[in-house]
């Protein structure tokens, strides 16, 4: 089974609608990640955890929420849906002592 | 000030061939420098992990970090087709990847049979 997984692995929503994208992780890893992947712009980070009761904002938060509502998941929310937020979406995990992540396989998301 | 480079490519060599991927940094206080590797449709997969200056190998893969001229590289050696994929050169702070990884936008490297 997978370490890191991502629910759903595709989704079309329409404008203005919220959205919940879901990760959990097997590693046993405090460190908790959410990026998002646009062609020509790369991975660009938008939230993450260091552990239940710590939240960060990345790079680019506006138009987004996160939950982390254990050590193993961690949700990435879209209060009101737009266009310019199709991309692929990626939940990552780090923990111990290297500064390594390790990649769920991601979110396809389409905003009509 | 947190900017990789990275040349999209796409790179295409024959099978068997020496490949080159590079990235240049503009920020000195990167210390930690990766690699991570693509497939289509797949989440990044971390290939290569190095600390400040140095060569590091495994296998066909060597990584390289030049931190005077901030400069990381990827060679892969024997190259085949199933290592055609994107990509990606990663690097953070010292204090770790705690806050996050900056990547490079990604090489899409194709290896012809």
């Known amino acids: 089974d997978a370490d890191v997984t991502q629910t759903p692995r595709n989704r079309i929503t329409k404008t203005g609608k919220r959205i919940m994208l879901e990760c959990s992780q097997t590693k046993g890893h405090d460190r908790m990640y959410w990026y998002r992947q646009d062609p020509g712009l790369g991975l660009r980070l938008i939230y993450y955890?260091?552990?239940?009761?710590?939240?960060n904002k990345g790079e680019i938060s506006d138009g987004y929420s996160v939950s982390r509502q254990a050590q193993a998941k961690f949700s990435l929310s879209l209060e009101s849906a737009i266009p310019n937020q199709t991309a692929l979406y990626f939940c990552?995990?780090?923990?111990?002592?290297?500064?390594?992540?390790?990649f769920g396989p991601g979110t396809r998301l389409l905003v009509l | 000030q947190k900017e990789v480079e990275q040349d999209p490519g796409p790179l295409s060599v024959p099978e068997g061939a020496i490949v080159s991927l590079n990235c240049t940094y503009s920020n000195s206080a990167f210390q930690y420098f990766m690699w991570y590797r693509q497939y289509s449709r797949k989440g990044p997969e971390l290939l290569m992990y190095?600390?400040?200056?140095g060569n590091k190998e495994d296998g066909r893969f060597t990584a390289q970090v030049d931190k005077s001229s901030k400069y990381i590289s990827l060679f892969i050696r024997d190259s085949q087709p199933s290592d055609s994929a994107t990509y990606l050169c990663a690097m953070c702070f010292p204090a770790g990847g705690a806050d996050g990884l900056t990547f490079g936008k990604g090489t899409h490297l194709i290896i012809q049979p």
């Open positions: 190095t600390y400040s200056s």
């Open positions: 955890s260091f552990d239940v009761k710590d939240i």
């Open positions: 990552a995990t780090s923990g111990g002592s290297k500064e390594t992540q390790y």
